[in-house]
């Protein structure tokens, strides 16, 4: 029934001070699948991609992916075995251009963590600057490539911000509400953007709020609260489960 | 030959630098600046500016401890002469080699460290090595008095091929003595070669890394680079310029003392470079030469000349002129430095190259109201 | 035991004046989140208040000398001991600890000026650049020192009564090896006053609590809609004043030179660095022991086994603190971790 699982988060803790951010959450993320984390502000979404991305470090509980086990790793390392994260709040290089914003991430990809040689030149990396293009025009940003990153709208600036994630081709792509404080036609875009990539059997894990987003892409949503995960399923499982609107909506409608 | 490749606009930028370069003597001349020990300055702090840029402007890493590299490289070069031989190409490969060598050391262990932390971290490195060179290293570095070449020096090249000299050896290339204007175009050549080198850096992916390490170092991370390797790179690359520098100093005048090492001088390269412009390519080289020129010329300055100056003006105006002037000339010429380094950070952070580049848009503006500026300086 | 008492001591007199500086400059950045490298340049200003305090106060005129009579000889006789006779003369001999009193309206106005001219415009640039145009006004303000007062170092020396030196040993039940000067206890004293002063500033005034709230959170109190920009300034000008008394004391201790100032301020920075950026605890703390341990490092016995070891010891422990321990004895968590 399951197919294979990419990642595997088992039994992770992690308290700031007193708070329970998380508290013995396991989650699995089938290959090929877009899993959503929905929950209220504060119940760990957020800490639990930083754990993914070794931001934090678990006080306990492990993550693997591929089989390989990413607690304790670097953030470069992690981001080296496939997993590339899309920032919240745009990270971009903001005195950067839009091309080098997209160009950045593809060497990583390509190689390897630290290669260094002076004595190539930028202009010779017709490969790299193509594939870069064509990202950023797919994400309707092929009219900016040479403005300064730094001065763009909010909204280009989190596509942007997805660019530089899809660039690199990641096998695990985290997206940390890649659609807030976009305006619906750009909600509506992105939405399309990652149906397309999802073809191409890119497994997504991605936090939103906009309901609209998660119903469009989710093949499996985990509701987090208060830390911990109080269910798991199917769309159409969740929308009817009166734990989740209970405690996620007040028992409002979804 | 794709090493030597470069883009059109940059191969005519490269052709421009070596001519202004070989043909300083010339044009210098009219403001007095056109011999050869004021050259050699300009050539010798160019280049230790050009590499500190490498770290400091492209990186955004300020280190307070880039004299200690200079130093490093005058004494080993001075060694090179009294061991080796009193050819300058074993001495300023040695030089150059040996501050590579301290700085892959004081590199590793600071760049562990960012911001100020980094920048006391790389003071504290320096002062060490001042302090030791007047202390423990007296054997090595002669102490106050300062390392010389003797006539008797072993030089166990020069042995070899029974090369005499004089009373006071001087450095050699060919046969040629590297004082005067064989010294300078020597240092001028190694100069286009840094500057060739600091070009290619700009222009390469490894350039762009590390303008984007400094914007966003995390982000960096999360997107699949260790940062600290491109760091230390760029350290150690910036301390070989540094060395090089300070040894190209031993070349023109074979001597070497601890004052090199000492933080003013780290703070001195920090001026020349955001006089001219943190990150920009001929930024750093301008600022330097600028330094070296007007230290030159107020350092020559003193009350009389300026008397002799302000001549034509009635005799209490004059003593009024001359005594507001009088204590940022001469001695006081390092009063005008700090002067100058406070205004060039309040007015002008982005350096000369940035001020020229706004005056000439501003003018732009004026004479086509409707074309648009949008490329950026190199 | 002697020696290791005699080494403690001697340490705790620079380590003091570390403190002092130390307080003073942590203080600063704590609050105004400014990397000050004119701190150095203050301590200098305060020594040279004591240097001008002298110079005023022996201003002379040449007088005829009675007591040569074969011929015309002039003596030079400060005005003090022309109108005051006796009492003048005393007053010219407490210069140093009178000069106080000149220096702390004066430090306090450089200060206040420094801060109102320059530094306010540097809160919201990067550390890069606050580092560098201090560091400018520092060579600035060493450089109008030296076009006064010349390059060589000003004896100013301690009060008679004090210059001597105190039999430590015998209070202790140690031996009479264990002497130490007077005025270095003095001083010990001082900076030990002065400290306690700022922290009973801090802690028992509404003003301070504001500062160590600032401290804490610096958003947070601008948000509590409290005048965070004028208390920054008066911050400035204590830690100025702080600086500057460290300076004026130090003087019998140090000649003054125009460059001292340079010499403490990399010092002093390795100290709050060794405490911890921002942690006033950890400024003196770490100033007394850095202080103690240089002092150390300079016994023969030490220098034997490690020759050098005086002139690196607090570069060395700087170094190995910061990659040990990053945020220094004392610091707290994400101050200056960009």
Known sequence: MTGNIVLNISYVDKTFGGLQALSNVNLEIEEGKTHAIIGPNGAGKSTLLNVCVGRIKPDRGTVTFNGEILTGKEPFEINQLGVARVFQTPEIFPQLSVLDNVMIPAFASRDGSF???????????????????????????????????????????????????????????????????????????????????????????????????????????????????????????????????????????? | MKLFKLSAKDAIMMAVFIAVVLTMPIWLKPIGAGYPDLLQKFAIFGLFAIGFNIL???????????????????????????LVSMSVIPAVIFGTVLAGLFAVVIGYVSLRRTGIYFSILTLAFAQMCYKMAYSVLTPITNGETGLRVLRDDPRVVDAMFGVEQNAVPVGELFGINMQGYPGFYFCAAMLILGFFIALRIFRSPFGMMLTAIKTNQTRMRYTGFNTRPYLLVAFVISGMYAGMAGSLMAVTDPLAGAERMQWTASGEVVLMTILGGVGTLVGPILGAGIIKYFENIFSAINESTLHQAFDFLPDSIDNVVVAIISPFVGDGWHLTLGTLFVVIVIFLPGGLVDGISRIRKRFSRKSHASSTTGASEG | MDAIFLQVLNGLDKGGAYALIALGLTLVFGTLGVVNFAHGALFMLGAFCAVTFQFMMTASKQIKDESITFFDAYKEVPYLEIWFGHVGTVLIDWVVPLSIIMAIPVMLLIGLAMERGLIRYFYKRSHAEQILVTFGLAIVLQEIIKSFFGANPIPTPAPEIVAGSANIGALFGLGDSVVYPYWRLIYLAFSGLVIFAVFAFLQFTTFGMVVRAGMADREMVGLLGINVERRFTIVFGIAAVVAGLAGVMYTPILPPDYNMGMEFLVLSFVVVVVGGMGSLGGAVSAGFLLGILQSFASMNEVKAIIPGIDQIIIYL??????????????GRKGVMED
């Open chain 1, 115 to 254: 290669e260094f040689n002076p004595f190539t030149l930028l202009s010779d990396e017709t490969k790299i600057r193509d594939e870069a293009l064509r990202v950023l025009s797919d994400l309707g940003l092929g009219d900016q490539v040479n403005n300064v990153s730094g001065s763009m709208s909010r909204g280009d600036k989190r596509r942007l911000e997805l660019a530089m994630g899809l660039i690199q081709r990641p096998k695990l792509l985290l997206l940390d509400e890649p659609t807030a404080g976009m305006s619906r036609a750009d909600t509506n875009r992105t939405i399309e953007t990652l149906i397309r990539i999802k073809e191409r059997g890119m497994t997504k894990v991605i936090i939103e709020h906009d309901m609209h987003v998660v119903f469009s892409l989710a093949d499996k949503i985990s509701v987090l609260a208060q830390g911990a995960i109080i269910a798991e399923g199917a769309p159409d499982e969740i929308r009817g489960n009166p734990k989740v609107q209970e405690a996620y909506l007040g028992g409002a409608q979804i």
């Open chain 2, 56 to 82: 400091f402007g492209l990186t955004g890493y300020l280190s307070f401890g880039h004299a200690a590299f200079l130093g490093v490289g005058s004494y080993t070069a001075v060694w090179s002469f009294k």
């Open chain 3, 317 to 330: 422990v700087a170094v190995i603190i910061l990659l040990t321990r990053p945020r220094g004895l004392m």
